[in-house]
């Protein structure tokens, strides 16, 4: 009975010796895990990685995203981490929606960390998702890949929202201040000044305004004074007969 006993409980030990490394995988999360953004904006997704005691030395993460959607603007690698960019391990591919990054912890990384940020531009309204590559390696002291599960983001991209502009509210036009009115000066009425024509018209009418009356008045005029001559003329004659 006892050896029954010793033999169960070697066996069940080394399943736990076993199983020790699947429990010890190491994990990759993405975040945020959904995503709603709007076309012609841009947004981030953070990357980081979790050993969970066990000691990783090169990670190399690859995701593949829709590429008809979303566009990788830019890539920003954790604080302590050497990147790799040899052939195959440093990759942005927008044309096929694929990014390859791959970098080692000097040390070791036994805890979790950050290992990168990726700014990803919304081309056009859709959805999709972010996965983790079949190609991604979590390696360990002895070189082996621990990396275990298959994180996603959901991503819905809308159109941008159309807002009318506001229009401005109706101000009530300022009144125009009048310019004072300057009085008018008056022409000052000036006297007519008498012409020539008018002068000899005022002598031939002697004033009648009538040039016949003024004709026949001055007849009179002129035989009276013929007359007053004649008889002045005949005086003087008749004083000389005298003396």
């Known amino acids: 009975m006892r050896k029954l006993l010793f033999t169960i409980s070697l066996a069940a030990l080394g399943v736990i010796v076993l199983a020790m490394p699947a429990l010890a995988a190491t994990t990759v999360s993405l975040s945020p895990v959904s995503v709603k953004a709007v076309s012609g904006k841009s947004f981030n997704v953070v990357i980081a990685v979790n050993p969970q005691g066990v000691s990783n030395y090169t990670e190399k993460i690859e995701l593949d995203y829709p590429a008809d959607l979303l566009q990788v603007k830019s890539f920003s690698l954790g604080s302590n981490w050497m990147a790799l960019s ?4 440093d990759l942005v591919d927008n044309a096929n929606g694929t990014l390859i990054k791959t970098a080692g912890y000097p040390g070791g990384l036994s805890s979790s960390a950050t290992f990168g940020t990726i700014s990803f531009y919304a081309k056009k309204a859709g959805s999709g998702v972010i996965k983790l590559g079949t190609g991604s390696l979590a390696l360990d002291a002895n070189n082996q890949n621990v990396l275990s599960g298959t994180p996603s983001v959901s991503v819905a991209i809308t159109a941008p929202v159309s807002v009318p502009a506001e229009k401005p509210a109706a101000e009530t036009p300022a ?20 012409t020539l024509l008018a002068a000899i018209g005022g002598v031939l009418t002697l004033g009648t305004g009538s040039m016949w009356v003024g004709i026949l008045v001055g007849l009179i005029i002129l035989a009276a004074l013929i007359y007053a001559i004649y008889a002045l003329i005949q005086r003087k004659r008749k004083n000389s007969g005298n003396i």
């Open 175 to 194: 009144e125009t201040e009048q310019p004072a009115k300057q009085p008018v000066e008056q022409p000052i009425a000036q006297t007519p000044q008498p």
């Open 86 to 89: 040899q052939t195959g391990y």
